[in-house]
C-alpha cells in the first residue's frame, strides 16, 4: 500500500510515499496529508474469525489488510504497548450503559486519554523506522492539554527521538500541566508558552517555517517529525479499536454478527472520527457516524449544511477543552476520499484563503448518507454527567456531548457505541461542579470530592502528579523559543 496526496501532486514531491515516509515526513504537496491510495476491504470471514480475537489480535489483522511497509515483529513490538494499559487482556472495555446504548472506554492508558491509543504503539513504531534510517529526529509538538502529555510519554527515553513540547502557560489543567512539567527523560524538553493555544501552534508553525531554525537542525544532523492527528500512524492505531468495538457487542449479545450500529464520537481534529469512517468504507457494518461537538460547531454546520465556515467565528473556550477547534485538519482525508484531489485542492485553498467553502448538493448527500452532527452546550453537558452519575456511571465532559446525539439516533433503532476519550481524572473540577455544585476549585480539590462523593479511589498515576517534583520550570515569551529549542539540542 503507498499513500498520495490529498491536494494532488507538485511536481516536486514522490507521486506516492511508502508508509513510513508517510509517517516520518507528513507534509505533502501543496500543503496536503497523505491518505491511503485505497481503503482496504474485509473479506466476508473477517468479523466471524476474530470475533473471540483479543485486543492486539485484530489490531496485528487490521495491520496486515494494509500492506504497509512494516514487519510484522516491528509491529508487534508496537501493540505489545497495550499490555502496559490498565487491563492487558482488554486495553478498551466496552461497558453497557443501558439498552442499546455501551460506552467504549479509549482512556486506560498511561496518560488517561485516548490519545494513548494511538501514541502509545505510534512513539514505539517512530522511534524504530528513525534508528533502522540512523538518523535523529526532532518531534516539536504544540498541546492544548493531551496530546503534549501522551507525546512525552511515549517517547520518554526512545532512541534517536527528541520531543520539544510548547503548551500555553494556564492554557492547560493542573493534571495536564504537571503530566508534562514533571517529565525528566533527558530527550525532552517542555516549555510553557505566554498566551494561549493559538500562540503556541503559531510559535510552532513559525518555527517550521524559519530558515534559520531549519538550517541551524541541519547543521546539527536533526531532522522534524511530527506526531500531530494528521499523522496517517496515529489514525491507522485509532481504526484498530473501531473494530474491537463492534466485537465486543457481538461477545455481550448486544447484537449479532453483521447488525449495524451507530457510532458516537466527541470529535476536535476529526482524527478518531476519520477512524470510523475507514472502518465503515472497509466494512465494518456501521450505520452512521454521530459527530459531536461543544460551542464550537463548525463540524454540525459542515454536515448539516455543506459550509464549512471559520471566517464568521471566533473560538469559544468550553469544558471540553480537547474539542475547542476550528479547522479540523483530518476532515480533509475525507474530502479527499469522497470527492479526489483536484476538488480538495479547491476546497482547501478557498478555506486557508477566504475562511470558508461550500460543498455543492450531490456532495452535501454524500456527506450526510455516513455524517450525522449536532452539538451539546456547556450547561446540557453538566446535566448528561449529573444523570449518568446518578445513574452509577462517571464520565468526562468531551464524553458527555454524546448524549446530545444519542438522542438524535435514539429513534434509529441501532445499537449505540459511544466513544469515551478521557478519564475523569482529567478534568475534574467541571466533573465536581456537575455532581456536587462546588464550582471553581483547582484539581486536586477536586479530584479529593470527587472521589469522596463517588467513593472511588484517585488513581496512582495522577495521585503521584501532585507530590513530584517539576523538572520544566521554563515559561518563556514566544520570541525565545527557537533559542530555547537549539540550547535543549547541543
Ligand atoms: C483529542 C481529544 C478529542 C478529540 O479527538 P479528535 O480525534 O481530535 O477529533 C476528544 N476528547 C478528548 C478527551 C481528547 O483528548
Not at 485516548?114 to 529526529?137: C, I, R, V
Not at 449479545?253 to 449495524?260: C, Y
Not at 485553498?349 to 451539546?376: K, N, P, T
Not at 467541571?430 to 484539581?443: E, F, K, S
Amino acid at each position: 500500500m503507498q499513500f498520495i496526496e490529498t491536494r494532488g501532486n507538485d511536481g516536486s514531491h514522490a507521486e506516492s510515499v511508502s508508509f513510513s515516509n508517510a509517517i516520518l515526513s507528513p507534509v505533502a504537496s501543496f500543503g496536503g496529508i497523505y491518505s491511503p491510495e485505497k481503503t482496504p476491504l474485509i473479506d466476508a470471514e473477517f468479523l466471524q474469525q476474530h470475533q473471540h480475537s483479543s485486543y492486539k489480535t485484530i489490531a496485528l489483522a487490521i495491520f496486515e489488510l494494509f500492506a504497509i511497509d512494516i514487519d510484522l515483529p516491528t509491529m508487534q513490538s508496537a501493540v505489545d504497548l497495550y499490555d502496559e494499559f490498565d487491563d492487558a487482556d482488554n486495553p478498551v472495555p466496552v461497558i453497557k450503559l443501558k439498552e442499546d446504548i455501551y460506552i467504549s472506554e479509549l482512556y486506560h492508558g498511561p496518560t488517561r486519554a485516548f490519545k494513548d491509543m494511538a501514541l502509545q504503539p505510534f512513539g514505539k513504531l517512530l522511534s524504530t523506522l528513525a534508528q533502522a534510517n540512523q538518523k535523529e529526529y526532532l518531534i516539536l509538538a504544540a498541546t492544548s492539554g493531551d496530546t503534549g502529555p501522551a507525546a512525552l510519554d511515549t517517547f520518554r527515553n526512545r532512541d534517536n527521538i527528541r520531543v520539544a513540547c510548547l503548551y500555553p502557560d494556564g492554557g492547560t489543567s493542573d493534571v495536564q500541566r504537571l503530566q508534562m512539567v514533571t517529565e525528566s527523560a533527558d530527550n525532552l524538553k517542555v516549555i510553557g508558552i505566554k498566551g494561549n493555544f493559538d500562540d503556541a501552534q503559531a510559535a510552532l508553525k513559525s518555527l517550521l517555517a524559519s530558515p534559520s531554525f531549519n538550517q541551524a537542525l541541519a547543521d546539527k544532523g536533526v531532522a522534524l517529525s511530527a506526531a500531530n492527528s494528521v499523522n496517517f500512524g496515529r489514525i491507522l492505531f485509532q481504526i484498530m479499536y473501531q473494530f474491537h468495538s463492534y466485537l465486543e457487542l457481538v461477545r455481550q449479545d448486544a447484537i449479532e454478527l453483521g447488525d449495524k450500529v451507530n457510532l458516537h464520537i466527541p470529535s476536535g481534529n476529526f482524527g478518531n472520527a476519520l477512524s470510523a469512517y475507514y472502518a465503515r468504507q472497509m466494512g465494518l457494518p456501521v450505520e452512521r457516524i454521530y459527530i459531536a461537538s461543544n460551542a464550537n460547531n463548525v463540524l454540525t454546520d459542515w454536515i448539516n449544511t455543506g459550509r464549512y465556515d471559520i471566517a464568521s467565528r471566533s473560538l469559544v473556550i468550553t469544558n471540553s477543552p480537547a474539542m475547542d477547534i476550528l479547522k479540523s485538519s483530518n476532515v480533509e482525508r475525507v474530502l479527499f476520499d469522497l470527492f479526489g484531489a483536484e476538488r480538495t485542492h479547491t476546497l482547501m485553498r478557498q478555506l486557508d484563503e477566504q475562511g470558508y467553502y461550500q460543498l455543492d448538493e450531490g456532495e452535501i448527500a454524500q456527506i450526510q448518507a455516513i455524517f450525522s452532527a449536532s452539538f451539546c452546550s456547556d450547561k446540557e453537558g453538566q446535566t448528561y454527567i449529573r444523570s449518568n452519575y446518578d445513574n452509577g456511571y462517571l464520565m468526562d465532559p468531551h464524553t458527555a456531548t454524546c448524549f446530545k446525539s444519542c438522542e438524535m439516533s435514539e429513534a434509529s433503532g441501532y445499537v449505540n457505541i459511544i466513544y469515551s476519550t478521557a478519564e475523569w481524572t482529567k478534568f475534574a473540577p467541571v466533573i465536581d461542579a456537575a455532581i456536587t455544585g462546588h464550582a471553581g476549585r483547582g484539581d486536586l480539590e477536586s479530584l479529593k470530592s470527587i472521589a469522596e462523593t463517588a467513593n472511588i479511589e484517585i488513581p496512582e498515576m495522577i495521585r503521584y502528579l501532585f507530590d513530584k517534583p517539576v523538572c520544566h520550570p521554563l515559561i518563556v515569551e514566544k520570541g525565545d523559543i527557537e533559542s530555547e529549542i537549539l540550547a535543549f539540542l547541543d
